[in-house]
C-alpha cells in the first residue's frame, strides 16, 4: 500500500482543482470538499448538487458545478450534530494515479484545510503516516 502523510496536496481534475490541500482524519467516515453554498435540486426525478467551490481560502475566485446526488448519509459532524449530506463521485489524483473518491460538501471557510480526506476513501488503498506530509505529490 501507499503511504499518504497528514496532510497532501491533492487534485480533482475532473472539476478543474488543483493542489488542494486536503488533511488526512480517519476520524472522519466520509471525505469532504469546502463549499460555499449548495442547492439540491431534482430535474426529471433525478437529484443533483448544484454548489460554489472555493478551495483557495486566499483566493476570491469561487467556481459553479452540478453534481448528479450518488447517495445520501446522516453524518455526524465533530461538533456532535447530525444532518444529512448529500455525495457526489469524482476522481481524485493522488501519486500520479486517479482514484474514485465519494464526497460531500460542507462550508469548512472556518477549517484550516478545503478538504478532508475520510477513511472510507483511504482504507485500502493507503497507511497513514502522521509525521509526514505531501507524500503523494513528492513520491515520483
Partial sequence: MLTIGHIELVDLPELGLFNI???TDTGAATSVLHCEDFQIIEKKGHKFINCHIRVDFEKDEVLTFTFPVYNERIVKSSFGQTETRQIFITKIKMFDQL???KLSLR???CMTYPMLLGRNFIHGKFLVDVS????A???L
Fill in 21 to 23: 490541500k486536503a488533511k
Fill in 99 to 101: 482514484f474514485d473518491i
Fill in 107 to 109: 462550508d469548512r471557510s
Fill in 132 to 135: 509526514k506530509r505531501n507524500l
Fill in 137 to 139: 505529490k513528492n513520491s
